[in-house]
Nanobody
Framework: EVQLVESGGGLVQAGGSLRLSCAAS????????IGWFRQAPGKEREGVSC????????CYKDSVKGRFTFSRDNAKNTVYLQMNSLKPEYTAVYYC????????????????WGQGTQVTVSS
């Protein structure tokens, strides 16, 4: 059974930091690119960051460049999203997802999804 389990969300003040984790199981982790997405109330899900399966290429939404860092630990089948200098507008449910292909920030291109973790940034 494919599983992606996010953790690390919570309540933080503006300017603070959080590190999200996503633990994967049930598929060959190294064959898949992983993406982080977020969905705020009343808004569409959007891509935040992604990392390639084998080459480690990363991509970031323009508004989080320099604030977020995506890394993956293939030995642990886990990816991490370090989020610094958080803003209230980053408040959303954050999801990780996997796709067997190149990196992408398009949600519809992903095959497997986690349940999400809530990130709330207070002003």
């Amino acid at each position: 059974e494919v599983q992606l389990v996010e953790s690390g969300g919570g309540l933080v003040q503006a300017g603070g930091s959080l590190r999200l984790s996503c633990a994967a199981s049930g598929f060959t982790f190294t064959d898949y690119s992983i993406g982080w997405f977020r969905q705020a109330p009343g808004k569409e899900r959007e891509g935040v960051s992604c990392v390639g399966s084998s080459d480690g290429n990363t991509c970031y939404k323009d508004s989080v460049k320099g604030r977020f860092t995506f890394s993956r630990d293939n030995a642990k089948n886990t990816v991490y999203l370090q989020m610094n200098s958080l803003k209230p507008e980053y408040t959303a449910v954050y999801y990780c997802a996997a796709r067997k292909g190149t990196v992408s920030l398009t949600p519809g291109r992903y095959d497997f999804w986690g349940q999400g973790t809530q990130v709330t940034v207070s002003s």
